[in-house]
Structures are given as structure tokens and as C-alpha cells.
């Protein structure tokens, strides 16, 4: 079992992310040479339940999170992919939440 680490101010829970698919990891690796800098995905347990994922770019790492939940098998994928393109067009910061939060658009992937 994955241990659980508190992670930074957000009153989230983090976990080391599983294994990326090659096509996503692929993406990840092409986006920290872009960068120069690493680019961290991790899977989180938040109290916020529309919260889908968020993209946060520091000077020394880019920092992509996604809600640990259970709605299905690889759901995160698309929330994943969609942050790293966000970062690769220079967006310093994202949120992804739920279609039915006020802020929310269209959640990728459906």
C-alpha cells in the first residue's frame, strides 16, 4: 500500500502516482526537456469533491495533480493529459473542477 504524505498548504493528501501510460509518460518526459525543469505528477485526496486536478508551475519543478476517486479505471488520464498541455502552452497555473462547480467548463474526456 501506497503511503500518504500530507502535501504542501493544501490540506490534500498525496500518493506517488502509478505507472503512466507510455503515451502520457512519453508527453511527460518531452515536456521537462522542453521545460528544464521535472514535471511531478501525483494523484491527491482532497475535501474539495470538485476539485479534478490542478496545474501548478514553479521555478524549479512543474507540479500536476489529480483527484484520487473512484470513477473509474484510468479516468485521470484525461485530466492528466489536458494539464501537461496546458503547461506546454505556458499557463503558469490550472484548476480542472466538476461540470456542475460554478467554474467549471467541459471536464476533458467527456
Keep these: 500500500m501506497a503511503q500518504r504524505k500530507p502535501a504542501e498548504a493544501s490540506g490534500s493528501q498525496w500518493k506517488p502516482v502509478e505507472v503512466l501510460p507510455r503515451a502520457l509518460e512519453a508527453k511527460r518526459r518531452s ?4 521545460l528544464g525543469r521535472p514535471v511531478q505528477v501525483r494523484g491527491i485526496c482532497t475535501p474539495d469533491p470538485g476539485l479534478r486536478g490542478r496545474l501548478l508551475v514553479e521555478p524549479d519543478r512543474v507540479l500536476i495533480e489529480y483527484q484520487i476517486a473512484e470513477h473509474g479505471y484510468f479516468w485521470h488520464v484525461p485530466i492528466i493529459e489536458e494539464l501537461l498541455n496546458r503547461a506546454a502552452r505556458g499557463e503558469p497555473r490550472a484548476e480542472l473542477r466538476e461540470p456542475d462547480d460554478a467554474d ?3 471536464p476533458p474526456g467527456r
Design 104 to 106: 467549471a467548463g467541459s
Design 31 to 34: 515536456l521537462e526537456r522542453a
